[in-house]
Every structure is written in structure tokens, then in C-alpha cells.
């Protein structure tokens, strides 16, 4: 038998491999930036067959980032503990009996090294949390030390302090602040359920001050507080409705502390929590989409099928804050097998 094919005779037609004959075959998608997106709207992007939403989901990442490129960012908590907000996730609340003890912020130089260890270890990007309600001016002082030293180490920098108002936006910017983190946790209807010491539109409020500021914006929210399906999408619609996405969006998992009220919150499957990733990519083609807290608990699959989705930024290091994060070592060879290497200078 001849081991070459022969070709179809004259008159007939083989079938393409590369070409669907079903008339049904899906038509060539586009990403487009929007700020109008609708609730119901993105609800139907999260419900797409698989396929067709991990297409959707790579081709406006494709379409703005470098597929084979991850941010890093490290997260550092410089003011741990006694938190007087009662976020219902947070094991820093002073409200909860979680054993996270109130402590003083961390002295400057203290910070500085932390910072140094992070990019040696390969981080674009050193993030400072505080457990704040809103910083007092002498506390500012300290932290805009801090972000003028860091920046002095060749890194771009991230804060999270809570609600702030434009003259303290300005004066972070003055420090040379490039991020502020403040997460809109979930959808404006369920956040009472998480949340009563700060409304869902002083939560806006800081956001435009710190837009207002010229500072980019770091917003995103949590999956798995209890939310229903119909939350996920009135989040995402929020985030992708403002006048200017979020530079950063990150989608945290809820870690599930012991003495905080969602310490017994339903686990989100995974598939779940990969149509979020990829709902968010979609609705902000070119914001950094970042897989943040719950990635200890994420499998090597679950990790590889966000990034397919769309998730190019993570958070490396030891600990998120008070929660644990994946060690260093597993991330660099996860990566490694994917194929993936980190971003520079954020691009």
C-alpha cells in the first residue's frame, strides 16, 4: 500500500480540518472597551459554552497584553490588625475573635528591606496595606517615606489605607505613588451583607478622588462570600461601567479564616471562578486582571486555566497580608511549565 495520499477526484471536495462545516460555527469575535456594560449583559458573558467564553477571554487579552506574560506583584501588611471596619471576610477587623493581633506601623527602613527582598525575588510592583479606616496626617507622613524609598529601588508602587479624601489622594500622588488599591468587595446589593461600617459609595468616592489625583486605580472584589451568581455579574458590571477601568482588577477567592462571620462561607468551584476571571478580561480588556488572595488553596490546573482565561498578574511571596499565598518556589515553576516569564516595568 502506497504511503502517499492521493488526492480526491476530479469533481469532489475534501473536508477542511481547519473549517467547521456546521452552519452554526461560531463568527469571529472583537473586544471592544466599554463603559456601558449592563448587569444582565455581563451575566450571559459568564454563562457562555466554555469554548466560546476561553476564546472571547484570549482574544481581547491578545488583543492588548503579551498572552505569555505575568505581572508580579508582593503584598506587604506595614500596619497589621485592629481594624475598627467590620468587613465580614477580614481576619483584621477588631470586631472579630480571629487571633490577628493589633499592631504599630512598620518603621520605614523596615519596609525599604522587605521591598528589596521582593525584587530580588523577581516582583514589579511592592504593594503596602494598612488596616485603616482612613489614614491620620501623621501616619501619611510615614507611609509617603515609604513609597518615595521604594520607588528609590527602582519598583512601582501600591497602597491600600482605606477610604481617602482628595487632599490625602494628592499628597500620595505627590510622593509618587503609582497604585491605590480599594476593592469594591462585591455587587452594590449584597454589600450590606459583608459590610455596615462603610457605604458602597464612599467606596466610589475614594476612588475618584484617588482618579481625580492622577494615581491609577487598583479595584476589584471577592468570590465566595455568599453572593449569588447574579452578585458576580453586578460586581463586574460596576468595575466595567466606571468612567476609566481599573488599571488592576484583582479577583480574590475568599480565604476562609476561623473566628470571621464567613468562616464557614460555601468554597466556589474552580470552573466558577474561571468564568469570573475571564468575565473580567472580557468587560476590561486592558486592565491587568490579577489572581489575588485564595491562590494557596488553587490547584497547578486551576492556576494554568485563569491565565488561559486571562489572568496576567499575581501576588508572589510567602503571605497575602494575615492569609497564606502560594511559596515563592511554586510559582517560579509553575510558570516555568507554562511557559510564562514575569512582566517589566508593569508592560
Known amino acids: ?17 481547519l473549517r467547521s462545516a456546521h452552519p452554526s460555527h461560531p463568527q469571529p469575535w472583537h473586544p471592544e472597551i466599554r463603559h456601558d456594560w449592563t448587569r444582565e449583559e ?73 521591598a528589596r527582598a521582593a525584587k530580588a525575588a523577581g516582583a514589579g510592583r511592592f504593594c503596602m496595606g494598612a488596616a485603616w479606616r482612613s489614614p491620620k496626617e501623621r501616619d501619611l507622613d510615614t507611609v509617603c517615606a515609604m513609597i518615595e524609598g521604594v520607588k528609590s529601588l527602582g519598583l512601582e508602587t501600591c497602597v491600600t489605607l482605606g477610604m481617602l479624601d482628595a487632599h490625602q489622594s494628592k499628597r500620595l500622588r505627590d510622593s509618587g505613588l503609582d497604585y491605590y488599591n480599594h476593592n469594591l468587595d462585591t455587587s452594590p446589593e449584597y454589600y450590606d451583607k459583608i459590610i455596615s461600617t462603610r457605604t458602597y459609595q464612599e467606596r466610589l468616592d475614594t476612588l475618584e478622588n484617588v482618579r481625580n489625583a492622577g494615581i491609577n486605580v487598583c479595584c476589584g472584589g471577592i468570590v465566595g462570600m455568599g453572593e449569588a451568581p447574579d452578585d458576580r455579574a453586578g460586581l463586574l458590571a460596576t468595575l466595567a461601567s466606571l468612567p476609566q477601568h481599573p488599571e488592576s482588577v484583582p479577583i480574590n477567592m475568599l480565604v476562609r479564616v476561623a473566628g470571621t462571620p464567613l ?18 478580561r472580557i468587560t476590561m480588556p486592558a486592565s491587568h486582571v490579577r489572581l489575588a488572595a485564595g491562590r494557596e488553596q488553587m490547584s497547578d490546573e486551576t492556576h494554568a486555566l485563569a491565565f488561559l482565561a486571562g489572568a496576567n498578574s499575581i501576588f508572589c511571596g510567602d503571605k497575602l497580608l494575615t492569609t497564606p499565598n502560594p511559596a515563592e518556589h511554586r510559582d517560579r515553576l509553575l510558570l516555568k511549565a507554562l511557559g510564562m516569564t514575569p512582566m517589566t516595568e508593569g508592560h
Open 263 to 280: 468562616a464557614e462561607a460555601d468554597a466556589v468551584d474552580p470552573l466558577t471562578f474561571v468564568r469570573i476571571i475571564a468575565a473580567a
Open 1 to 17: 500500500m502506497s504511503d502517499v495520499m492521493t488526492r480526491p477526484e476530479s469533481g469532489t471536495h475534501a473536508a477542511s480540518p
Open 42 to 114: 455581563v451575566a450571559a458573558v459568564i454563562a457562555l459554552p466554555f469554548p466560546e467564553l476561553i476564546y472571547r477571554a484570549q482574544t481581547a487579552h491578545r488583543a492588548f497584553f503579551d498572552p505569555t506574560k505575568v505581572q508580579i506583584s508582593t503584598l506587604l501588611s506595614i500596619k497589621t490588625g485592629g481594624c475598627p471596619e467590620d468587613c465580614a471576610y477580614c481576619p483584621q477587623s477588631a470586631k472579630h475573635e480571629d487571633g490577628v493581633k493589633a499592631e504599630k506601623l512598620m518603621a520605614v527602613e523596615k519596609v525599604l528591606t522587605e
